[in-house]
């Protein structure tokens, strides 16, 4: 069994970022990120965007609207955001508060500065394998890691346990790209598959993205699989500080000793989101310039 460390693979992929960007003229890359209210979670996950942002040698433009504002207001504010010339990505961060429509806001973002991969031309794009479209973070991170790894998709038989439009159908249609690093057979399996198990133990490569604590179970899965665990969950420890420990959608103990290959929670798939984030928001730049 392997050990798959997005920690590593995240950093090359930063160090590597800081050399693109620091060879590059004119005005930096300029990432906008837009965090309504106060969320522990949402302040920790900017945070971590910022710090990495400033790493790489990106500007990060943090805005800050109070958790009060109405959905016009902060639909006026992306749209500022979309017409002004010195931001080339956008991210509002999830979940957005109170009564807010998170998918319009979501759409709101102009295709070109979507560097979450969110809005539905971007979907679209990546089912074309179009390249000039955003793939989303998460789904990206996986193909880069997978890649990264060693793991070939070519031919092999991906189970992705999940259907959400953040990871699940975003994932599947990288891996089925006719392209080096996919060309994969996909099933994706869901809360109404029947004999889920049955599916799984098909699996070369394990997408669990369900977001439920331990649900893959070593009888779950083919021995000599590769297991990649986007899930992160909180479990009551009273033994830590916060109360709680980060485990995933597999049951790491039973499963990992079973894989070729297989990713922790935390320090897997996690670092590589951001990663992503930062590797989209220098391709908006280079794009932008090339239209502008």
């Known amino acids: 069994m392997e050990l798959i460390s997005g920690n590593q693979i995240a950093a090359d992929i930063i160090a ?16 906008a990120l837009v965090r309504v209210g106060d969320d522990p979670a949402s302040v920790s996950y900017v945070k971590k965007k910022e710090k990495t942002a400033a790493e790489i040698g990106v500007t990060s433009r943090i805005i800050l609207p109070p958790e009060s504002i109405s959905q ?10 979309n017409a002004d010339p010195d931001v080339d990505g ?6 957005l508060p109170g009564e807010l429509d998170e998918l319009a806001i979501f759409r709101r973002v102009l295709p070109t500065k979507d560097v979450d991969g969110f809005h539905t ?26 890649a990264r790894s060693d793991v070939d998709l070519r031919g092999k038989h991906v189970v992705v346990v999940g259907r959400s439009l953040i990871v699940g159908k975003p994932v599947a ?9 996919a060309n994969a057979t996909v099933t994706i399996c869901h809360s109404a ?8 133990r098909q699996a070369d490569v394990l997408i669990a993205a369900i977001g439920r604590a331990h649900f893959v179970t070593k009888d779950m899965v083919k021995p000599g699989a590769v297991v990649i665990d986007v899930g992160i969950n909180r479990m009551p420890d009273a033994s830590r500080k916060s109360g709680y420990r980060l485990v995933g959608d597999v049951e790491f103990d039973g499963v990992a000793p079973l894989t070729a290959k297989i990713t922790p929670v935390p320090g897997g798939v996690g670092p590589m989101t951001v990663a992503m984030l930062m590797k989209n928001t220098i391709k908006a730049h280079r794009l932008s310039s090339l239209s502008g």
Request: charged share 20%; proline share 7%.
């Open 121 to 146: 031309l971007n979907l679209g794009k990546i089912a074309q394998e179009d390249e000039t479209g955003f793939a989303s973070c998460t789904p990206a991170g996986i193909m880069e890691m997978l």
């Open 173 to 181: 249609l990288l891996a089925l790209q006719k392209k080096a690093g």
């Open 90 to 95: 956008i991210l509002v961060q999830s979940p």
């Open 193 to 200: 598959t029947a004999d889920l198990p049955a599916l799984t």
């Open 72 to 81: 016009g207001e902060l639909e006026a504010l992306i749209d500022e955001l």
């Open 16 to 31: 590597e970022l800081k050399q693109e960007v620091s060879a590059l003229s004119g005005r930096p890359p300029c990432l």
